[in-house]
């Protein structure tokens, strides 16, 4: 049924783009989509690209050209985005990475798996349409920070940027343009530890987010149109820290899924999540003992942006949309006591 309503969508996608079901184009592999390059017959005067589900067959016996042995070149896998992540796509590859402030991040990594697809109608005059899809997007991380040394009773900051892969294909127009798609998704981990004194200890967060699927659509004369499906989140908190006293820890990742569509457009989605965790003693002096005791609270926006800009055909030509919060969720999701030193919490949110 889904093929089927795939395979449908792209017959509407070829209509609206070129007017009539063409004929058959050269086929290119995007990740595991088929995609088809069209040209008009005078040369220069029109081209276009669409999704062939149809042919997705044939990117999935082998890797394509465009990706000799790597993941998300065609087979059965996604494209593998993040940093830190093996091939799954859902463990490091490293176990250990230094990070500034005398903090370690073991087995540290953000992986986002996603399918992507694009299609595009240009002439010799203007943009005529475009669209971006990222299909079945999960994003899972891991953070274990922990201290070479006793952290500081002052409070600390600390921030790094991780680049992370990036897959790029060459796509030809003819006469009209060259065209260079490009997947990437930068990232940013930051966190803020603040005690009443120097602490040593570990937190690890592992975090996993579903997008769902994601398009965006740009038709002249219309502008751009979002698509969104539902979103999935959950999260895992441990703590195990050394001394017995009062500690708050904020653990950040703002991480953004672009594709580029050469000069031509790109769009872009930004995922900020914020995880503020406090550890706290609760003394019971009957007892003459102590729980140790974990409050967690997370903030999780959604942003989209994308533009499309038509100079090198005509002048003043730029359509920007965003940046766009569609999804935004502030909410206390849990308070656990237990009397170990060490604290676990699992809360799954729908969001």
């Known amino acids: 049924m889904a093929t089927a309503l795939r395979n449908a969508a792209a017959a509407a996608i070829a209509t609206l783009l070129l007017g009539s079901e063409p004929a058959h184009g050269e086929v290119e592999c995007v990740g595991r989509y088929a995609h088809e390059v069209f040209f008009s017959e005078v040369e220069g005067e029109w081209a276009a690209v669409r999704p062939v589900p149809a042919k997705d067959q044939h990117c999935q016996v082998s890797p394509s050209p465009s990706f000799p042995n790597e993941v998300g070149s065609g087979g059965d896998e996604q494209f593998c985005l993040g940093f830190?992540?093996?091939?799954?796509?859902?463990?490091?590859?490293?176990?250990?990475?230094?990070?500034?402030?005398?903090?370690?991040?073991?087995?540290?990594?953000?992986?986002?798996?996603?399918?992507?697809?694009?299609?595009?109608?240009?002439?010799?005059?203007?943009?005529?349409?475009?669209?971006?899809?990222?299909?079945?997007?999960?994003?899972?991380?891991?953070?274990?920070?922990?201290?070479?040394?006793?952290?500081?009773?002052?409070?600390?900051?600390?921030?790094?940027?991780?680049?992370?892969?990036?897959?790029?294909?060459?796509?030809?127009?003819?006469?009209?343009?060259?065209?260079?798609?490009?997947?990437?998704?930068?990232?940013?981990?930051t966190w803020e530890l603040a005690a009443s004194e120097a602490i040593r200890g570990t937190v690890r967060a592992n975090v996993f987010v579903d997008l769902g699927d994601n398009f965006f659509h740009y038709t002249k004369g219309t502008g751009w149109k979002h698509e969104k499906g539902e979103s999935k989140y959950s999260a895992n908190l441990t703590g195990d820290l050394e001394s017995n006293i009062d500690t708050n820890l904020t653990l950040g990742i703002t991480t953004g899924l672009q594709a580029k569509l050469g000069s031509v457009a790109w769009a872009k989605m930004e995922l900020a999540n914020v995880l503020p965790v406090g550890f706290t003693w609760d003394a019971n002096m009957a007892t003459h003992t102590s729980n140790k005791c974990i409050d967690a609270t997370f903030d999780l926006a959604v942003k989209h942006e994308a533009e499309v800009d038509g100079s090198f055909i005509e002048r003043n030509l730029t359509k920007h949309w965003g940046p766009h919060v569609d999804r935004h969720l502030e909410k206390h999701f849990l308070h656990r006591c237990n009397s170990p030193r060490e604290v676990e919490a699992v809360n799954p949110v729908i969001v």
């Open 84 to 189: 830190n992540t093996d091939r799954s796509c859902q463990n490091a590859k490293e176990q250990h990475l230094q990070l500034p402030l005398n903090a370690d991040c073991d087995a540290c990594y953000l992986g986002a798996s996603t399918d992507f697809f694009y299609s595009l109608n240009v002439s010799k005059l203007q943009v005529e349409s475009l669209s971006v899809g990222f299909r079945g997007t999960v994003l899972r991380s891991s953070l274990k920070i922990a201290d070479q040394e006793n952290w500081s009773r002052e409070a600390v900051h600390g921030s790094t940027t991780f680049a992370g892969p990036m897959y790029g294909f060459h796509v030809s127009l003819g006469r009209l343009l060259d065209l260079d798609v490009s997947l990437s998704m930068p990232t940013e981990l």
